[in-house]
């Protein structure tokens, strides 16, 4: 996941920093990735495959961003069993974050919950 801020006005860095938190399983914003505090205890190689992944995102939002949360990388199932474990990690799925006094976007997720509203209003109409 990367999540966008409204404002333009962070200085990039080339170093990643990663943040523990109890919300939420792992995404990236510029260049701070957030990750679930108990992911790398619980489950070490999701954590390093979760790690991966958001070094692998550009440190501002792009098109190829957007893809790469789209494509599937095998970790459904080991994602969702650890957060059935840690039900706060569900609040990875709001697609807004607040850091810091900012706000961020989940551009990915928004689409995603735009089409899935799209097509139940399209039902609905039909
Ligand atoms: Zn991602």
Same mark, same amino acid.
Not at 12 to 25: A, P, R, S, T, Y
Not at 44 to 65: R, V
């Given at each position: 996941?990367?999540? $966008? $801020?409204?404002? #333009? &006005?962070?200085?990039?860095?080339?170093?990643?920093? =990663?943040?523990? =938190?109890?919300?939420?399983?792992?995404?990236?914003?510029?260049?701070?990735?957030?990750?679930?505090?108990?992911?790398?205890?619980?489950?070490?190689?999701?954590?390093?495959?979760?790690?991966?992944?958001?070094? $692998?995102? !550009?440190?501002?939002?792009? @098109?190829?961003?957007?893809?790469?949360?789209?494509?599937?990388?095998?970790?459904? @199932? !080991?994602?969702?069993?650890?957060?059935?474990?840690?039900?706060?990690?569900?609040?990875?799925? =709001?697609? @807004? @974050?607040?850091? &810091?006094?900012?706000?961020?976007? #989940?551009?990915?997720?928004?689409?995603?919950?735009?089409?899935?509203? !799209?097509?139940?209003?399209?039902?609905?109409?039909?």
């Amino acid at each position: 996941m990367y999540r $966008e $801020e409204l404002e #333009d &006005d962070t200085k990039m860095e080339n170093e990643l920093k =990663i943040i523990k =938190i109890k919300d939420g399983l792992c995404f990236r914003i510029r260049d701070m990735i957030f990750v679930n505090e108990n992911l790398e205890k619980q489950n070490p190689k999701l954590y390093l495959k979760a790690i991966h992944h958001e070094t $692998e995102h !550009s440190p501002a939002y792009k @098109f190829n961003d957007f893809f790469m949360d789209l494509k599937p990388e095998g970790t459904f @199932f !080991s994602s969702l069993s650890f957060m059935i474990r840690n039900p706060r990690s569900f609040k990875q799925l =709001i697609p @807004f @974050f607040v850091y &810091d006094g900012h706000f961020y976007i #989940d551009y990915t997720l928004l689409f995603l919950y735009t089409i899935l509203l !799209s097509i139940l209003v399209i039902k609905a109409i039909l």
